[in-house]
């Protein structure tokens, strides 16, 4: 459940919608949440719920960059909404960070990442995301606090080896976890799955039809009250396109791509590959990670280049590990 900021509902609104679900047996149910908001009494009743993991948008530790980011939180409430979800038995929780902002430093960003990781109970799953400028928005409208490309870089460094350091993994470009607590909506993006798009703005995709929802809730309710699919666009990918994109999916993980699907005599990717956890597979070293988009341009949709070499309906697999628990 998310959108960013579902948690500014009434707790009765909020149950109602995880009530209107019928869970499956030992389901993820994650829902995002601004600590500010999470308080222990919500926390309770999100469990009584449901929820069993929680999705915490704290972005940075940092006051001065919270301020450059927007964002109204203090950085106290972080630790407040730990509590909380702990006190209330919600088995998992992730935090958020943003890294580039305007007035980080590298001391600032790792004084983030130690505070994250001193957090009770530390939180399982960390994912990090370096700062995009958006087309329009008042971040665009002023360069001076655009980020720059290789400080944002280094700072992804930093990330990585700190949350490795504290057993946390990577296991996509932009997530770390516990072995055991990877989120399983992610990996099903990552794994080409089927997902329904509920509420404004959101995504589905099912067995190559991809489609995504109006993004104003004023346009999506009005659609649904008139009994018209609150569907903003859609396509439908041929079996190349999905075979290429399969690829470009999985090569963002830590299980990688069949070596097949990258060229072998290539000296641009000197030094951004290794081999994966399974035999005949390669995945991104953490300069690889830094250049990813240039190593998918090299991906071969067919393994050898060639439609026969795996046929035209062929299917690339994420991975066959269930490593999500």
Excluded: K
Aim: hydrophobic share 40%; aromatic share 6%.
């Amino acid at each position: 459940m998310g959108g960013g900021t579902p948690t500014q509902l009434e707790e009765a609104d909020l149950v109602r919608l995880l009530g209107t679900i019928e869970w499956a047996e030992g389901a993820e149910v994650t829902i995002e949440a601004n600590p500010e908001d999470l308080t222990a009494p919500l926390a309770r009743a999100l469990a009584a719920a449901g929820v069993t993991r929680v999705s915490l948008g704290v972005q940075s530790l940092d006051p001065a960059v919270l301020i450059g980011l927007g964002r109204r939180h203090d950085p106290a409430a972080v630790s407040t909404a730990a509590e909380a979800i702990g006190a209330a038995g919600i088995s998992s929780y992730s935090v958020d960070l943003i890294y580039g902002g305007a007035g980080e430093t590298d001391t600032s960003f790792l004084a983030s990442l130690e505070g994250v990781l001193a957090l009770e109970p530390a939180p399982s799953h960390v994912s990090a995301y370096g700062l995009t400028v958006e087309p329009g928005t008042p971040l665009w409208r002023d360069p001076a606090r655009h980020p720059d490309d290789d400080v944002e870089a280094r700072r992804y460094e930093l990330a990585d080896a700190r949350l490795e350091a504290a057993g946390l993994r990577w296991y996509e470009l932009s997530n770390w976890a516990r072995p055991g607590h990877e989120a399983r909506h992610n990996i099903g993006y990552w794994a080409e799955g089927d997902y329904l798009a509920i509420g404004a703005a959101a995504h589905g995709h099912r067995s190559g039809h991809r489609w995504w929802n109006l993004r104003t809730p004023e346009r999506y309710v009005r659609a649904v009250a008139a009994g018209v699919r609150p569907v903003a666009s859609e396509e439908h990918l041929g079996a190349r396109t999905r075979q290429l994109e399969a690829l470009e999916l999985a090569l963002r993980t830590r299980w990688g791509v069949p070596a097949l699907a990258l060229p072998t005599r290539d000296e641009a990717l000197a030094g951004l590959l290794e081999p994966a956890e399974e035999e005949g597979r390669v995945r991104l070293t953490r300069r690889g990670r830094l250049l990813a988009n240039e190593v998918a341009h090299r991906l071969l949709p067919f393994g050898t280049g060639s439609p026969e070499s795996h046929g035209e309906g062929a299917t690339i697999t994420l991975c066959p590990t269930r490593s999500a628990g």
